[in-house]
Each structure stands twice: as structure tokens, then as C-alpha cells.
């Protein structure tokens, strides 16, 4: 496996940073998580976009322009020749000392493009569903650290992952400081009530995930009515399908929350038309590279 580093692919075993990386030492930096479906970068231009957010946010410089880490990309999946792709942009602040101090790092920043074959959840999560819980760690406050920045600092969502996972579950519903649904620890979530499509909106504890946007261009093309809406567990627990979204799972169903079933505990209708649609959509667009 060859890996990007700094403008340069070495192999693997290779790939290293300082320890005296920002990004290892506390978090400082952003990322974002990619996929290629046969030789197509889906939406490569908005992760891109999301990833220049996230850093103008942290005032972190991004050290190439948006069309040569474009490039960079491309050349890396060709490198590794994935046709079907996971792939991993890290920005970190780079090396500093052991102070917080981010002048220290000045000029520093590292870039790390990692390709490699996508992990996915069982399959039979997608066919039968899958039964996720609500767990006690509160999704970040935005006024602290807002989750649209997809910052390095994942603990919030790893500490509501290992909750999940200690209880037996795969995923997490993580609530906003209010008590509303906000998102979980990978994958924002939609609720389908009266064929109608509720997912929150992303001014509370909601990243705007690409997926989640996808979901709601095919809604609007397919003309199911789309809200973004505060959910509460309530309204989770009565409606009549949910299901989850994120670059790693696609469109997952949900079909049992805090031992609620949902609907008629199987993925319903409306969510098996969206999944359609959406591989549809992945078979379709993207940015295209040759083997
Ligand atoms: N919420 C959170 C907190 C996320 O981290 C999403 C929602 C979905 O966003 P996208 O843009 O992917 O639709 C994410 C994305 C992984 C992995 O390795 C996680 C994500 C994406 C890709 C891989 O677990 N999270």
C-alpha cells in the first residue's frame, strides 16, 4: 500500500509522523472520510469544500489548493489501483513542541492521504435492519466545539461508540445539549412518518453530511417531502421508518431504538426506494480516474 505524506507516496510501513505532531498530541486538525465507486470519487468536490471549511474554521492553512489535493487523490487511488475506495484526508497542524501554542507549528502542516479497501457493516444490517440505542454522551455543544468542523477530536463520539458497543450495539443515537435527537456517532439519521422524510437540521449538534445532502437531492427528485426538523426519541420511537447515512454506510435501516420497534421491524418502503436511488446515483456521478 502506497500512502500520501506531505506530497510524496511512500509505502506503508513508511508513513509516519513526529510524534511531536499537533495532530497525535491534541487532536489539532481536521479530516474527512471519501469513497470511490467503481473508478468514480463520489462527491470529491464537497468533501474537498467540507475539509477547507473545517480548516478555515480552526485556522489551520491547507497546504495544497482544492484542485491539486484533487489531484493528489486521484493519484493516490491510482497508486494503490482501487477501482472501489475508502479514502482518508488528514490535516493536522503538524509539528510543534509540547506546548498548545499553534504558532509553534507554523508552516508545519502535515497532509496524509490514506486509500484503501472500505470497511462496511454486515450486510445484513442492510437487509433486515439494524437496533441502535441512545446513550448518555451529549454530542458537542457548537458554542464549544462545533460538530461541523470534522476536527481530529473524535473522543465525543468514540466515548458514545464505546457506550453503544458496551451495551451491544453497533451504533448510538447521541442527543444536542437540549435533549434532542442529533445525530450518531458516524451517520446522521432520518425518521419516516406519514411518507413524509425528517432528519435534523445542522444548526445544533449535526454535521452536514454529504450523504445526508444526497438523501435530500433525491427526495426532492423522487418527490418524497423532505423537513430538517428537531426530532425528539418520541418521535423517533413512533415513526414509521428510520434509517442512518454516512459515506462508510450508505443508507443503513434502522428497525428497533431503546427496544422500540419501528414500524413493522423490517426496513420499510420509503427507505428501500432511497437506498435504490442512492446506488444509483453512486453507479452515476463522481469524479472519474483511470486504472
Ligand atoms: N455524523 C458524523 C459525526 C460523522 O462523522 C457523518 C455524520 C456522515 O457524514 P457524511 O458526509 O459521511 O455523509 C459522519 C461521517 C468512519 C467514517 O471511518 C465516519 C464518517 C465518514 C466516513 C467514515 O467511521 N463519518
Do not use: W
Not at 495544497?64 to 493536522?92: G, P, Q, W
Not at 477530536?153 to 458514545?160: E, F, H, S, V
Not at 442512518?244 to 428497525?255: K, Y
Request: hydrophobic share 40%.
Amino acid at each position: 500500500m502506497k500512502v500520501y505524506v506531505n506530497g510524496s507516496l511512500v509505502d506503508k510501513k513508511d508513513a509516519k509522523v513526529s510524534v511531536f505532531d499537533h495532530g497525535l498530541l491534541y487532536g489539532d486538525g481536521v479530516f474527512e472520510g471519501i469513497r470511490s465507486y467503481n473508478c468514480l470519487v463520489f462527491k470529491l468536490a464537497e468533501h474537498i469544500d467540507r475539509l477547507f471549511k473545517s480548516a478555515q474554521s480552526i485556522m489551520l492553512k491547507t497546504p495544497l489548493s482544492k484542485k491539486d489535493l484533487e489531484k493528489a487523490i486521484i493519484n493516490t487511488l491510482k497508486a494503490n489501483n482501487l477501482k472501489d475506495a475508502y479514502i482518508r484526508v488528514v490535516l493536522t497542524r503538524g509539528e510543534g513542541d509540547l506546548g498548545l501554542d499553534p504558532r509553534k507549528c507554523k508552516g508545519n502542516e502535515t497532509l496524509i492521504i490514506i486509500t484503501d479497501k472500505i470497511t462496511l457493516y454486515p450486510k445484513e444490517y442492510y437487509k433486515n435492519g439494524m437496533e441502535i440505542i441512545t446513550v448518555p454522551t451529549v454530542r458537542n455543544l457548537p458554542e464549544a466545539l462545533n460538530p461541523q468542523i470534522k476536527s481530529l477530536n473524535y473522543l465525543n463520539n468514540i466515548l458514545a461508540k464505546i457506550e453503544a458497543i458496551n451495551s451491544g450495539f453497533a451504533e448510538a443515537i447521541m442527543l444536542d445539549s437540549l435533549g434532542y435527537v442529533a445525530e450518531c456517532t458516524g451517520d446522521n439519521i432520518f425518521v419516516v412518518r406519514e411518507s413524509n422524510l425528517y432528519t435534523p437540521p445542522q444548526c445544533m449538534g449535526t454535521l452536514r453530511g454529504i450523504t445526508r445532502d444526497t438523501v435530500l437531492d433525491i427526495s426532492k427528485k423522487i418527490k418524497i417531502p423532505a423537513h430538517e426538523h428537531v426530532i425528539t426519541r418520541h418521535e423517533v420511537y413512533i415513526s414509521d421508518e428510520c434509517f442512518l447515512t454516512g459515506t462508510a454506510a450508505e443508507i443503513v435501516p434502522v428497525v428497533k431504538v431503546d427496544g422500540r420497534v419501528i414500524g413493522t421491524g423490517v426496513p420499510g418502503p420509503v427507505t428501500k426506494k432511497l437506498m435504490q436511488n442512492f446506488h444509483e446515483v453512486t453507479k452515476k456521478e463522481g469524479i472519474p480516474y483511470k486504472l
